[in-house]
T-cell receptor, first 112, second 111 residues
């Protein structure tokens, strides 16, 4: 089954404690992206990757890092999480850029 | 001002009604227009994708793009309770990896 898998689904952490949210896709897609979704602000793009070792900033990259060492994986790293990073995070992938994207099931992160 | 503005809703209609969901945008470079449906506690799923202007139909769903007015619409015919969800429009210029989403319109279809 074609899918984008995120882990964990739910996470509560404390300010400043580094964390990683994993994202993996099994469709051999070149493009992957991370979004955060907040009430009243919609889905906002954090980072995206057009291919292995190629990443670029989206609209809200501050406080986040990503890496793309393999085609199937695109982890999101929060080196020093803060409460304003409390949000619902989605990973997405597609064959050709940010079009016809498949989304993961989401990771709800709470930073206290 | 946001690059993409979406009618905020919420929208509540009786079963069988025709639903119109709309977005406007300001970036004339946008060439790709998508509609996603998001059920509660789930990730968005792609409904339809249109390149440039025109109409596209898929079953009960029709996507319409008017680039001259910078306006896109999604029509749902014979709406069903299972169509109750949040609908997100999204746009891209296709040259870079960025896409911009509307805030979403929540639709409830009452039996």
């Amino acid at each position: 089954e074609a899918q984008v898998t995120q882990n964990p689904r739910y996470l509560i952490t404390v300010t400043g404690k580094k964390l990683t949210v994993t994202c993996s896709q099994n469709m051999n897609h070149e493009y992957m992206s991370w979004y955060r979704q907040d009430p009243g602000l919609g889905l906002r793009q954090i980072y995206y990757s057009m291919n292995v070792e190629v990443t670029d900033k989206g609209d809200v990259p501050e406080g986040y890092k990503v890496s793309r060492k393999e085609k199937r994986n695109f982890p999101l790293i929060l080196e020093s999480p803060s409460p304003n990073q409390t949000s619902l995070y989605f990973c997405a992938s597609s064959l050709y850029g940010p079009i016809e994207a498949f989304f993961g099931q989401g990771t709800r992160l709470t930073v206290v | 001002q946001k690059e993409v503005e979406q009618d905020p809703g919420p929208l509540s209609v009786p079963e069988g009604a025709i639903v119109s969901l709309n977005c406007t945008y300001s970036n004339s470079a946008f060439q790709y227009f998508m509609w996603y449906r998001q059920y509660s506690r789930k990730g968005p799923e792609l409904l339809m994708y249109t390149y440039s202007s025109g109409n596209k139909e898929d079953g009960r769903f029709t996507a319409q793009v008017d680039k001259s007015s910078k306006y896109i619409s999604l029509f749902i015919r014979d709406s069903q309770p299972s169509d109750s969800a949040t609908y997100l429009c999204a746009m891209s210029d296709g040259n870079a990896g960025k896409s911009t989403f509307g805030d979403g319109t929540t639709l409830t279809v009452k039996p």
